[in-house]
């Protein structure tokens, strides 16, 4: 059974950071790009990050650039989303998902939504003062 879990989340004061994970379990996670999207209230869910299978290339939006890192171990079946100088725009629930194709690079791809097929079930990020 392919199972994805999120966790890391919490309130932070802006300017702080967090860690979010992803583990993985059911299948090899080394196979498969990773995504991290997130969804705040009323909008629509977008693409974050992502990293490639092989952990050589990575993603990532506009809006995070800079201050967001993406990495992934292996060994652990876990992917990680380092997010550092937080805003309170970064509010949201943050998902993982596993692109749909293994051993593939997403390329442009990877921010669409419908190019993943199985999703974690979410862990909700505040930044707040």
């Known amino acids: 059974q392919v199972q994805l879990v999120e966790s890391g989340g919490g309130l932070v004061q802006p300017g702080g950071s967090l860690r979010l994970s992803c583990a993985a379990s059911?299948?090899?996670?080394?196979?498969?790009?990773i995504g991290w999207f997130r969804q705040a209230p009323g909008k629509e869910r977008e693409g974050v990050s992502c990293?490639?299978?092989?952990?050589?290339?990575?993603y990532y939006a506009d809006s995070v650039k800079g201050r967001f890192t993406i990495s992934r171990d292996n060994a652990r079946n876990t992917v990680y989303l380092q997010m550092n100088s937080l805003k309170p725009e970064d509010t949201a629930v943050y998902y993982c998902?596993?692109?749909?194709?293994?051993?593939?690079?997403?390329?442009?791809?990877?921010?669409?939504?419908?190019?993943?097929?199985?999703w974690g079930q979410g862990t909700q990020v505040t930044v707040s003062s």
């Open positions: 990293i490639t299978h092989v952990g050589g290339t990575t």
């Open positions: 998902a596993t692109y749909r194709s293994a051993r593939v690079n997403p390329n442009i791809s990877w921010r669409y939504r419908d190019r993943y097929n199985y």
């Open positions: 059911g299948f090899t996670l080394d196979d498969y790009a």
